[in-house]
């Protein structure tokens, strides 16, 4: 009948009731929803007659609003349709559906299609008609107005009071069992004693039906029990973690994609599932540091640098509210704050940056006695003291003045300034002096915001403070204007107005977080529409008004719930966000892609912190705290560039130290040792370089590198990574973007290749003596772009690829072509890569055709190999990577690695037949190399991420047994299984053990034969 219309009274109808309900009483409505559907009505009432005729057996289908509602003040139009075509109407009671204004607009729509005697309700919170009677709290009410009074002529309220049929699910009323069978006796039109004498007798009948067929039926299971067991279970259960793996890779949860990996292994022993564990470690996150499991925590929040943390305890109801601020990494309580007797669970806090050897701490917290008071306090934490200090804020003079008449949702310190703002619920902004005994208000902006301000932040210098509210606005304010001209912080408050500096309008909905920018330049928002925008203050257009504004420059989307806090990492790079959906996202802010997904699974996040990729990030959630770094583990090293494109990568002789340089970052190259600390950044002081190529010499003496900017910059590693200035200052030049770097083995010159566009080309292979940096030969002038250089061990070579595919070997001593080849049949190719292979002797290099070729070339004294030797990978291959970038040899392993513009990085033999792939990487891959001692490989490309993998950690994936593979992912992410179910973050997968598994399905088996 799902295609039937209902009339005014009777039926048809599509569903049997409409529930109606406030979402923050979700849990009830998926409770009513379920106990509704899954009633199986007793046998013997089925087909005698009920209110519209014969019962049926079941009361499907139930409407259930599961969405949130548009901002529209209006009931969309799906909901009228499904109001129209319900039977019934099923209002849930409480407080919050009480002060519902979709809630009651359904009952009146419900109301005025003339089924007024079709409502019923369910009490579940609050009072029923609390606010008529003396002496109970009005907030406490549960039943909407519209439920309370009948419709009038008008089809809106009237003074006559209805008398809805309820059933009452609290303790004190009748029960969740009882009411239900109410409301189902009220669905159906019989009496509630009929029904649950029915109920009763039925439940009876299946309990003899039940003790009789119990052996039968376990005899069965028992014959059928090996196989289930042995096969079956351990399937489903691999199944379904599996598929729960996939979906967190897909959001790049890796934690929990490890874990829930790690668990599938331990039932089924797959290559596909050892992949998607590999998978899940090349993320690199693991927990370093958490909240005791099942803290008894109601908000926990970071300082800005995440040094620091906070923690509100849970008390009883007689317990004063405790703060206890403590190192995190450490466990180390620090600081412990007894609030005042009266005082409520706070709504707010924020720890200031260190001052010396202080911090400060504001807490704003309600009135437990005074239900229109809130207060705000600030104490001193001074390292290896109590907290002291203690003031509140208020005025001297005026009572009012300052005072918030709401909850204080936001606070907020300036780095560098003694002062403390506070943002509340009643649309105001104050900004305080915290420099003198008692603090002194110096501005409060009434309707700031309107209804509401949520967010408010300070940029690095105070001279601005943001502010996000219920309006949908974001607007910024000068500081100075709150300050005026002349400050004196002795003179009495005076009352002065200021108008925001910008006006930023863009987002859908309510704004609870804004941040700025380390530099001032950007400022992030977020909230209720569950995006993230990027403001350039360097970017503007004008608004309606002809205002200059600044402009969104990236809209971030991906968390499921309201953006609650945000933070930008100290170099700007990162921008990392926390909402009610329990998630963290970490996003390149330099380009608006997100990096990671965190699911801690300690509620709502509230707070967050990230000084930077090396440094891990910081959250705060309403039930816990976590920090989680980034940087990897056993299998792989994970090294951020800064932000900027990897374009080059290189280990030293020694394999002590690794190099990247890239695009977007000025040139500037990072560079980190064997534990992989970042030990240098070095600056070629050339802006806009972007870095092609990059090379160690082999005595470990110099570096050097180059790129679109036609400039060699060396560096002298003796002399403290000193930069070399030539004194000829045309040497290391090109006329064109500089794209092959190679020493010779004995560290006698430096070679280099160009590309040109100029007219007449002037591309070359040129040569520096190493030291005075003079050019010591150069190439005729070569018609095609040389993008890749590669010295033979023994110095009498070179090896070159160019724009036409082919792949030239050189003589060194004279600089001269000695053997050339072209890798394509026919047209014109790149080829971006070469590597040469010491046995045999031969040349490996990467094409934009998507092969990888080896070739050994005819050339007097190159090798003992007679003739011409060419092979390829396969066209198959060429599929996984249209364009094959780099080339590299592992001399250890006998292992090609190519990588390009594709998903993965592979492997292949000499022969170049595939032996594995290596995915996870977020866009083009521009390089791979493995370290001198074959022990590491390392690429990076587009994302800006450098991964380090042991090669000995990567067979070790193949071929560790599952247990120990469980064990060591328990270890990384802190996620378990528990009990006998497999808990992923706190959140129960659905699998069990094999003895609770089988006990769920024999209940369910036999209750679907009986019942009824």
């Not at 809805?164 to 509630?192: T, V, Y």
């Not at 987002?507 to 925008?533: C, E, K, M, Q, W």
């Not at 934009?848 to 030797?869: F, L, Q, V």
């Amino acid at each position: 009948m799902s295609g039937q219309s209902a009339d005014a009274k009777g039926g048809p109808y599509k569903y049997k009731a409409f529930l109606s309900y406030s979402h923050r009483d979700k849990t009830w409505g998926d409770w009513l929803h379920k106990a509704l559907e899954s009633y199986r009505i007793p046998r013997r009432l089925v087909g005698t007659t009920g209110r519209d005729g014969p019962l049926p057996a079941k009361l499907f289908p139930i409407f259930r609003d599961r969405e949130e509602l548009s901002s529209s003040y209006d009931l969309n139009d799906q909901i009228r349709a499904a109001l129209a075509q319900s039977a019934y109407l099923i209002v849930i009671c409480s407080p919050n559906s009480a002060s519902s204004h979709w809630v009651n607009e359904e009952i009146l729509a419900f109301k005025r299609m003339g089924r007024e005697d079709r409502v019923l309700a369910l009490i579940v919170d609050g009072e029923p008609d609390a606010a008529d009677k003396v002496g109970m709290d009005a907030k406490s009410e549960c039943f909407p107005r519209g439920l309370k009074y009948k419709l009038g002529a008008e089809e809106d309220y009237c003074d006559v009071r209805a008398e809805p049929i309820a059933a009452d699910a609290r303790h004190e009323g009748d029960g969740k069992e009882n009411a239900k069978l109410k409301l189902i006796a009220g669905l159906l039109g019989i009496g509630f004693d009929i029904l649950k004498r029915r109920e009763a007798e039925a439940r009876r009948a299946r309990a003899q039906i039940w003790a009789a067929a119990i052996t039968a039926v376990m005899a069965l299971f028992f014959a059928v029990i090996a196989y289930f067991l042995i096969g079956q279970t351990r399937d489903a259960n691999a199944a379904q973690f599996v598929a729960e793996a996939k979906g967190d890779l897909a959001q790049r949860d890796y934690a929990r994609a490890e874990i829930a990996s790690a668990v599938a292994l331990t039932y089924r022993d797959t290559p596909d599932i050892r992949q998607l564990l590999f998978l899940a470690r090349l993320g690199g996150i693991s927990v370093t540091g958490r909240s005791a499991e099942g803290s008894p925590s109601v908000l926990n929040i970071f300082s800005r640098d995440g040094d620091v943390e906070a923690t509100v305890l849970k008390g009883g109801a007689n317990d004063r509210t405790t703060v206890v601020i403590a190192y995190p990494d450490q466990h180390q309580e620090l600081w412990r704050i007894i609030l005042p007797a009266t005082a409520g669970v706070p709504d707010s806090m924020a720890v200031s940056e260190l001052a010396g050897t202080m911090r400060r701490i504001a807490i704003a917290w309600p009135d437990k006695t005074q239900s229109s008071v809130f207060h705000t306090g600030v104490w001193d934490l001074e390292k290896g003291k109590a907290a002291s200090g203690f003031r509140e804020l208020l005025s001297s003079t005026d009572p009012t003045l300052g005072r918030h008449t709401k909850r204080v949702s936001s606070l907020a310190f300036p780095a560098s300034k003694p002062w403390v703002a506070t943002g509340g619920e009643d649309g105001k902004i104050c900004l305080w002096d915290l420099s003198l005994p008692q603090p002194k208000l110096i501005w409060e902006k009434e309707g700031a915001h309107y209804p509401d301000v949520n967010g408010i932040a300070f940029n690095a210098h105070g001279s601005l403070l943001a502010s996000g509210g219920g309006d949908y606005l974001v607007k910024v304010w000068k500081t100075s204007g709150m300050t005026g001209a002349k400050y004196d912080a002795q003179a009495p408050y005076q009352a002065h107005d200021v108008e925001p500096l910008y006006t930023l309008a863009g987002h859908s909905d309510s704004i609870f977080a804004v941040a700025f920018s380390p530099d001032g330049h950007r400022l992030a928002s977020g909230g209720y529409d569950r995006t993230i925008r990027i403001w350039d203050f360097d970017i503007k257009a004008k608004d309606d008004s002809g205002t200059l504004q600044p402009q969104t420059v990236a809209t971030l989307s991906g968390h499921n719930g309201t953006i609650f806090a945000l933070a930008y990492s100290d170099d700007g790079k990162l921008l990392l966000s926390g909402a009610s959906d329990e998630a963290a996202r970490l996003w390149d802010a330099t380009v608006g892609r997100q990096l990671y997904l965190f699911t801690p699974e300690t509620g709502i996040i509230r707070s967050v912190a990230v000084s930077g990729f090396e440094g891990g990030v910081h959250l705060g959630g309403e039930h816990g705290w976590s920090l989680w770094s980034m940087s990897g583990n056993a299998l792989v090293a994970s090294l951020w560039n800064g932000g900027a494109t990897v374009g080059a990568i290189a280990f030293d002789p020694t394999g002590q130290y690794l190099a990247a340089g890239g695009s977007g970052s000025d040139g500037k190259i990072r560079i980190w040792d064997r534990s992989y600390h970042l030990v240098h950044v070095l600056d070629p002081r050339s802006p806009g370089e972007y870095v092609y190529a990059i090379a160690f010499s082999a005595d470990e003496r110099w570096f050097a590198a180059a790129g679109g900017k036609q400039e060699i910059h060396i560096w002298d590693r003796e002399n403290g990574w000193n930069q070399v200035r030539p004194a000829d200052s045309n040497a290391l030049h090109h006329d064109g973007a500089i794209w092959g770097l190679c020493f010779d083995p004995q560290t006698k010159w430096l070679a280099s290749s160009n590309e040109s566009h100029s007219t007449p080309q002037n591309i070359r292979i040129r040569r520096w003596n190493v030291g005075n940096w003079s050019l010591k030969d150069q190439s005729q002038r070569l018609n095609d772009q040389v993008y890749a250089l590669a010295c033979d061990a023994s110095g009498k070579y070179l090896v070159s690829g160019d724009s036409s595919a082919r792949v030239t070997v050189w003589q060194t001593d004279p600089l001269r072509p000695a053997a050339s080849t072209i890798n394509v049949n026919q047209g014109e190719a790149d080829t971006w890569s070469v590597a040469i292979v010491g046995s045999p002797h031969a040349i490996l290099s990467g094409n934009s055709d998507g092969h990888a070729y080896r070739w050994i070339p005819n050339a007097a004294g190159w090798t003992k190999t007679k003739g011409m030797e060419k092979i390829s990978t396969s066209d198959e291959d060429a599929t996984v990577n249209p364009t094959i970038n780099s080339v590299s040899y592992n001399d250890k392993n006998g292992w090609v690695a190519a990588g390009g513009v594709g998903p993965s990085v592979e492997i292949y033999d000499l022969n170049l037949h595939k032996i594995r792939s290596l995915p996870g990487q977020n866009g083009t891959i521009w390089w791979v190399t493995f370290d001198p001692q074959g022990a590491r490989l390392a690429y990076g490309g587009l994302d800006g991420i450098i991964r380090v993998f042991n090669i000995a950690q990567l067979n070790r994936l193949d071929t560790d047994p599952p247990k120990n593979l469980y064990l060591e992912s328990q270890q990384l992410t802190g996620l378990s299984a528990k009990s006998g179910i497999i808990i992923v973050g706190g959140r129960g997968l659905g699998a069990v053990s094999i003895l609770g598994w089988w006990r769920l399905q024999i209940t369910s088996i036999l209750q679907n034969f009986f019942e009824g």
